[in-house]
């Protein structure tokens, strides 16, 4: 058993705090919204941490799972944020879909501490929290992933150190750029076949099976042709992670038209009121222009 704190209980952080208490470890909490972490300590049995430095004390692992950099620097390196309170020979994992930029920053503050960190971002939506079966991909120091990789496996099913420091957050920024593609392609067959007169769900069943299968097809195709999106990744989420990886393709010089426009189509459903709506929300813009 070790003693974990963990920041950010979100609709992804919520239920991943749960796993690790359900693993056996010793959790302590902690939330801006206050309310959230108290309703977390009743629902799991854990100790509600006042900041994230006093969480942070004594632990062996402590776990962010925050917005965006601006807030991971808050809790993390602002006034009581959880480094502070951190002793050396503890390690740091990130969860938060963050630049690599700050990833690589935290290391070495970390590491000049005697702290361990791996930059861990997450896929796999919140069902895959819920469930316990999420996808890590991680950057850091071979030895740091080796002690936390066991932890790490409480609310995964799948964990992998990909490289160096930062090497976790620019591998989510592939992962979120194949998505949106994707995204928008599955929204333009859909509505064709819906304009053409086909049965969608003989359509989708048969389709699915074949080489234009996804892990999007068979979770959202059905409710983009019902226009519900009202559940899910939200929009204004990946706009922040689609920006993310636009300004590092700007720093290295890759090329992402694809990624570009449908960021811009994200813009479109954000002024219809659809910021909190499901990424597959991309239909909205085709069925109702």
């Known amino acids: 058993m070790s003693k974990i704190a963990f920041i950010g209980l979100g609709v992804m952080g919520y239920p991943m705090a749960g796993h690790l208490q359900k693993g056996g470890h010793d959790i302590s909490v902690y939330n801006r919204t206050k309310s959230k972490a108290e309703k977390w300590v009743k629902e799991f049995q854990g100790t509600l941490a006042k900041t994230p430095s006093a969480g942070a004390s004594g632990a062996d692992y402590v776990f962010s799972c925050v917005g965006n950099d601006s807030d991971l620097r808050s809790v993390l390196l602002g006034k009581n944020g959880a480094i502070e309170g951190m002793q050396p020979g503890s390690v740091l994992v990130d969860n938060t879909t963050a630049s690599a930029t700050l990833a690589v920053e935290l290391h ?172 597959s929300s991309l239909m909205h813009l085709l069925k109702n222009d």
């Open 108 to 279: 070495k503050i970390a590491k000049d501490r005697g702290i361990g960190f791996i930059d861990a971002p997450v896929s796999g939506g919140q069902a895959g929290a819920e469930k316990g079966i999420l996808t890590v991909m991680c950057g850091g120091d071979t030895d740091i992933f080796e002690k936390a990789e066991p932890v790490l496996n409480c609310f995964a099913r799948q964990v992998t150190l990909i490289g160096p420091p930062g090497s976790g957050q620019l591998t989510k920024m592939v992962n979120q750029i194949c998505i949106a593609g994707l995204v928008q392609g599955l929204a333009e067959g859909m509505n064709f076949g819906m304009k053409a007169g086909l049965d969608m769900e003989k359509v989708i069943a048969t389709i699915s099976k074949g080489a234009a299968g996804s892990w999007q097809m068979e979770n959202r195709a059905k409710t983009m042709c019902k226009d519900e999106y009202d559940f899910g990744f939200a929009v204004d989420w990946m706009r922040k992670d689609l920006g993310i990886a636009l300004q590092e393709a700007h720093k290295n010089g890759a090329r992402l038209p694809v990624a570009a426009l449908v960021d811009q189509f994200y813009a479109a459903v954000q002024s219809r009121g659809g910021e909190r709506w499901d990424t």
